[in-house]
C-alpha cells in the first residue's frame, strides 16, 4: 500500500480533492491559497494552517515568535487573494507538560501580528497530547474581498511577466518566523493594476511558480540571474528554502516606477515571464511528505 510519503504533498492533496462535491456559491475551491465563496459583490475568503513544532518551529523557540508566524501564514494567504483578514478560530493541541506562561506567550505574539495588520480571534478549540507529543497550533480564519478583487493562482496568460516581493532565500536563519504578510501591498496592487494571478511563497519558488503556472495551464520562463536574495543566501537556497512568504504574481502591467514611488522600502523584481507551451523546469521546495 503506497503511504503518504510516496505520494507527495501535492498528489495527498489531489487525491483528497477529487471526490468533493460542488456548490453554486463557491467561487474558488480546493487548490488556492483560500477558498473564495459568496453570491454578492463581497466574496468571504477561507482559510486554515497550522505550525508543527519541530517542523515549523524548534521546540525551545519562544513563543511569542510562534504565536506571530501561526497568524502570519493564514494573512499572507488572504493578501495573495487580494483581501483583507477577519476573524480567526485557534485550535491548540498541547501536551500536559507545555507550560501556562509558553501559552500566553503564544497569544501575545498572535495579538500582536493583528493589531498590526488586521484581523481578530473569535474563539477556538484546545485538545490534549500524549506527554512528550509535539505541540501543534491550527489557526482556521475568515477574510473579505471584494469580487472584483478577487485574484487566484489560474489567471496567468502567456506574455505576463512574474515578480516577486522582497528578497527569497535564508528564512532557516529566522525571517520565517518575523516576516510581515504583505496585505497592503496587495490591496494596492489589486486596485492599481491589472494582475492576473497571485499567491504567497511559503514552500519556496520551486515548489510555488509551477503550480501557478500549472493552474494558469501556462509555462515559464525564469531569469535566475534575476533573482533577488537575502543577504548571505545562495541562488540554490533562494530557488529552494521555502517559507519566504513574499508575493508571487503576474501582469502585463510595467509595475516597477509605480511600485518604488509608493512602497520605496520594498522593491519589487522581475524574474521572468510566463509562456505557452512547457518552458522552463526547476525541483525541490518544500514538501511536507517527502524531507
Same mark, same amino acid.
Given at each position: 500500500m503506497k503511504s503518504v510519503g510516496q505520494l507527495g504533498e501535492d498528489g495527498l492533496i489531489a487525491r483528497i480533492c477529487g471526490d468533493l462535491g460542488e456548490a453554486a456559491h463557491v467561487i474558488v475551491g480546493p487548490g488556492d491559497d483560500c477558498a473564495a465563496v459568496g453570491t454578492g459583490e463581497e466574496l468571504v475568503l477561507l482559510k486554515t494552517d497550522a505550525v508543527v513544532a519541530g517542523v515549523h518551529f524548534l521546540s525551545d523557540e519562544k513563543s511569542t515568535r510562534v504565536g506571530w508566524k501561526a497568524v502570519a501564514r493564514v494573512l499572507s494567504d488572504f493578501a495573495a487573494m487580494g483581501g483583507e483578514p477577519g476573524e480567526l478560530l485557534i485550535t491548540l493541541a498541547l501536551a500536559p507538560e507545555v507550560s501556562v506562561d509558553w501559552v500566553d506567550g503564544l497569544y501575545r505574539g498572535m495579538n500582536s501580528c493583528l493589531k498590526q495588520h488586521g484581523g481578530v480571534i473569535v474563539g477556538g478549540e484546545t485538545t490534549s497530547l500524549p506527554e512528550g507529543t509535539p505541540t501543534m497550533v491550527s489557526v482556521a480564519g475568515k477574510g473579505r474581498?471584494?469580487?472584483?478583487?478577487? @485574484? $487566484?493562482r489560474s489567471g496567468g496568460r502567456p506574455g505576463?511577466?512574474?515578480? @516577486? $516581493?522582497?528578497r527569497l532565500g535564508g528564512s532557516i536563519h529566522g525571517k520565517h518566523l518575523d516576516f510581515t504578510p504583505r496585505l497592503r501591498e496587495a490591496a494596492w496592487l489589486v486596485n492599481?493594476?491589472?494582475i492576473t494571478a497571485m499567491m504567497d511563497l511559503s514552500d519556496g519558488l520551486a515548489k510555488d511558480?509551477?503550480?501557478?503556472?500549472?493552474?494558469?495551464g501556462v509555462g515559464f520562463e525564469l531569469n535566475r540571474d534575476s533573482l533577488p536574495r537575502s543577504e548571505g543566501s545562495t541562488l540554490a537556497q533562494a530557488i529552494d528554502d521555502g517559507e519566504d512568504y513574499e508575493l508571487l504574481f503576474t501582469s502585463s502591467d510595467d509595475l516597477k516606477p509605480a511600485w518604488d514611488q509608493?512602497?520605496?522600502?520594498?522593491?519589487i523584481t522581475r524574474?521572468?515571464?510566463l509562456i505557452e507551451g512547457a518552458g522552463d523546469s526547476i525541483e525541490g521546495g518544500w514538501d511536507h511528505f517527502q524531507q
Open positions: 474581498v471584494a469580487r472584483a478583487n478577487l @485574484v $487566484t505576463d511577466d512574474i515578480y @516577486v $516581493t522582497g492599481n493594476s491589472r511558480l509551477p503550480r501557478l503556472a500549472q493552474m494558469s509608493k512602497f520605496p522600502e520594498l522593491e524574474i521572468g515571464t
